[in-house]
């Protein structure tokens, strides 16, 4: 059984916004930090975002910062990641990711990880 499960991905054009959800197996998730990643064509994964358990700390890569949010609804089990402004760079396979800490997330030091979810964003 799928322990994260990501849905939201899509084709869109340039400027345009898509949210990202991953739905966590269980509310073992509320305390783990979340994340997400993203791999593009011939290229390796990259960091994008991670939140803490409590949602209070965050962290992006540079490229995201002003038009990527990454949030949670712990009654939910489910991590979203609202992108918006979208480039065509962006374009990737997006995963959600779970580890202890949000550092250790950033670091690329994972617990679980998602199947992905594709995102192709057209100029």
């Known amino acids: 059984q799928a322990q994260l499960v990501e849905s939201g991905g899509g084709l869109v054009q340039a400027g345009a916004s898509l949210r990202l959800a991953c739905a966590a197996a269980d509310r073992t998730f509320v305390t783990y930090a979340m994340g997400w990643f993203r791999q593009a064509p011939g290229k390796e994964r990259e960091f994008v975002a991670a939140?803490?358990?409590?949602?209070?700390?965050?962290f992006y890569v540079d490229s995201v910062k002003g038009r990527f949010t990454i949030s949670r609804d712990n009654t939910k089990n489910t991590v979203y990641l609202q992108m918006s402004n979208l480039r065509p760079e962006d374009t990737a396979d997006y995963y959600c990711?779970?580890?202890?800490?949000?550092?250790?997330?950033?670091?690329?030091?994972?617990?679980?990880w998602g199947q992905g979810t594709q995102v192709t964003v057209s100029s």
């Open positions: 990711a779970a580890g202890f800490t949000t550092i250790r997330v950033r670091d690329g030091e994972v617990e679980y």
């Open positions: 939140l803490s358990s409590s949602g209070a700390s965050t």
